[in-house]
């Protein structure tokens, strides 16, 4: 079983940056598919991006291509997201998520994923 822990959200202003970070206890982010997905108030939880086993990014969401890039640093057992020009529509909670299945979805759901973090909070002022 594979434990998930985000970390790093806060208040940023528009076109401002933050770094979340998910870190997997009990198990190797190698060994697993790794997505981010975010929950805004009042809406449904939606993909964001996502990693294969190998580090290859599989998927992402069209509006945050080009300022969104994850990344994995095995040593630590740790993904990231480094979010750049912050909008205030990326307002929201933040969640990383692990399956050892193959992401074979263009659009991954959140039906493909077995383990959550608890979500961090990302709240962009305009």
């Known amino acids: 079983q594979v434990t998930l822990v985000e970390s790093g959200g806060g208040l940023a202003q528009a076109g401002g940056s933050l770094r979340l970070s998910c870190e997997a206890f009990g198990r190797t982010f190698i060994n697993y598919n790794v997505a981010w997905f975010r929950q805004a108030p009042g809406q449904e939880r939606e993909f964001v991006v996502a990693?294969?086993?190998?580090?290859?990014?599989?998927a992402t969401l069209d509006s945050v291509k080009g300022r969104f890039t994850m990344s994995r640093n095995s040593a630590l057992n740790t993904v990231f997201l480094q979010m750049n020009n912050l909008k205030p529509e990326d307002t929201a909670v933040y969640y990383c998520?692990?399956?050892?299945?193959?992401?074979?979805?263009?659009?991954?759901?959140?039906?493909?994923?077995?383990?959550w973090g608890q979500g961090t909070q990302v709240t962009v002022s305009s």
């Open positions: 998520a692990a399956t050892q299945q193959n992401i074979r979805r263009a659009t991954p759901s959140l039906d493909d994923f077995r383990h």
């Open positions: 990693m294969d086993k190998s580090g290859s990014i599989v």
